[in-house]
């Protein structure tokens, strides 16, 4: 098999919890925000709204689908409230720029999040300005990771030739639509339990799991995987 460095002139990269360590506490904020968003605007208790906010994120896709499919919220105003976010918790990991600068090609984020939240979050980690590309769910018109249309729109969108591109997710369910556009699939495994993950079922659709992300790419570079 051809080396990745050799094959792959088109990175895709994730941003939550893929791009910075699953355990900032960033997170963690943003369902806290959501929570919160569900008991003010369907006037619930909090422990209803954490239970629907589970099932739309979990039949949805995000809650944001959910909350626009069955109660027609504005996602722009959505996104705002649930990104009111403490970003000075994410920091820059000086090993993964270094590796992620030395990639040739093309470097692209594709998040389920909006624009402002990856701004924000690029500006923590150092990476302002270092990707090429960044597709948010407003240019994906909403439709969130996992279903299939907005890969194939980033493919139209950004001219990406599928067998020459990479992705990485830390969400196993969200690579089966890429390995299926024809993407090579990389598992960020961030060590927790994400409920609405399926890994038993996307396994067969995973080309590389790894631990981390930086290391990962240091061997991508040295040219062993
Ligand atoms: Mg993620």
Known sequence: MTNLINKIDTWIFDLDNTLYQADSGIFQQVHELMGKFIEKHLKIDINKAKEIQKKYYKLHGTTLRGMMDNHG?????????VHKLDYS????????????????????????????????????????????????????????????????????????????????????????????????????????????????????????????LDSFLKDVNKGVI
Do not use: C
């Open 73 to 81: 919220v504005d996602p722009d105003y959505f996104l705002e409230e």
């Open 89 to 212: 918790i994410v920091g820059p990991n000086k090993l993964l720029n270094e590796q992620l600068s030395k990639l040739n090609g093309r470097k692209i984020i594709y998040t389920n999040a909006n624009m402002q939240h990856v701004l924000s979050v690029l500006k923590q980690i150092n990476l302002s300005n270092f990707f090429d590309e960044i597709f948010d769910i407003k240019m994906a018109n909403y439709i969130p990771k996992p279903e299939i249309k907005p890969y194939e729109q980033i493919i139209n969108k950004f001219n990406i030739n599928p067998s020459s591109s990479a992705m990485f997710d830390d969400i196993a369910k969200n690579l089966v639509p890429a390995k299926k556009v024809g993407f090579t699939s990389v598992w960020i495994d961030a060590g927790y339990e994400n409920f609405s993950d399926d890994i038993k079922s996307s396994t067969s659709y995973l080309d590389f799991k790894t631990s981390k």
